[in-house]
């Protein structure tokens, strides 16, 4: 079946606008992730998603940082005046209802954002 | 919350040499280690994981090993290729719903 996919896979914006990432989880996938991996670094956590619960978002580092799942799906994180230092590989990733199991990740392909 | 260290940043090797890659991990409630390979511009894909209840696992040319004891937990290459190299990142989890927490990433250069 098809994999985790985001869009879009670039985007370049001047400082100061807002921009929004969507990410589509692998059907049937309840927990979703959002990370930022900045050049040469690591996995920078956002938030996350699972089932209904509120989301965990102990991961943003600031308030410009949003994130919203509807229907327990699609994902979008908004970035609103976006900064320089935004600038970043966003990976989404899904994996399979909690509950005690051990659940693989799916990434995404990411979208790499420029803020110029 | 879980700490994880993960060394070394960067790692070479000729090709055919093993190559190891090791993680420490700060909860001991911990029990779910994956390991992450990240190609230059791909996403990350799971590659191989251990639970608590075992202490190494082997899947071909890749094993890991795990001591809870000392809370450290590693990831072994053998016969390396240059195919292998890539970024490589361990995690530890609570498994379920608990947020895994990453290491920086091992960036692993297999010379031919």
Redesign the interface.
């Known amino acids: 079946g098809a994999g985790v996919s985001q869009s879009p896979s670039n985007k370049v914006t001047e400082k100061g606008k807002d921009v929004e990432l969507r990410c589509d989880p692998i059907s049937g996938h309840t ?1 979703l ?1 959002w990370y930022r991996q900045s050049l040469g ?3 920078e ?1 956002l938030i ?1 998603f ?1 089932g209904n ?1 509120a989301p ?1 978002k102990s991961g943003l580092p600031s308030d410009r940082f949003s994130a919203e799942r509807t229907g327990g799906s699609v994902s979008t994180l908004t970035i609103q005046r976006t900064q320089q230092e935004d600038s970043a590989v966003y ?1 989404c990733a899904s994996s399979l209802a ?8 799916f ?4 979208t790499r954002l420029t803020v110029l | 919350g879980e700490n994880v260290e993960q060394h070394p940043s960067t790692l070479s090797v000729q090709e055919g040499d093993s190559a190891v890659i090791k993680c420490t991990y700060s909860d001991s409630a911990s029990n779910y280690f994956p390991w992450y390979k990240q190609e230059l511009g791909k996403r990350p894909q799971l590659i191989i994981d251990i639970r608590s209840n075992v202490g190494e696992k082997k899947d071909q040319r890749i094993a890991v090993t795990l001591n809870k004891t000392a809370k450290h937990f590693s990831l072994h290459i053998t016969e390396t290729q240059p195919e292998d190299s890539a970024v490589y990142f361990c995690a530890a989890s609570k498994g379920g719903s608990y947020i895994p927490t990453f290491g920086r990433g091992t960036s692993l250069i297999v010379h031919p």
Not at chain 1, 98 to 105: H, I, P, R, V
Request: proline share 4%; hydrophobic share 25%; no cysteine.
């Open positions: 927990a992730y670094q690591g996995l956590f996350y699972q619960s965990d990976l909690a509950g005690g199991s051990y659940n693989e990740q990434f995404g392909p990411g």
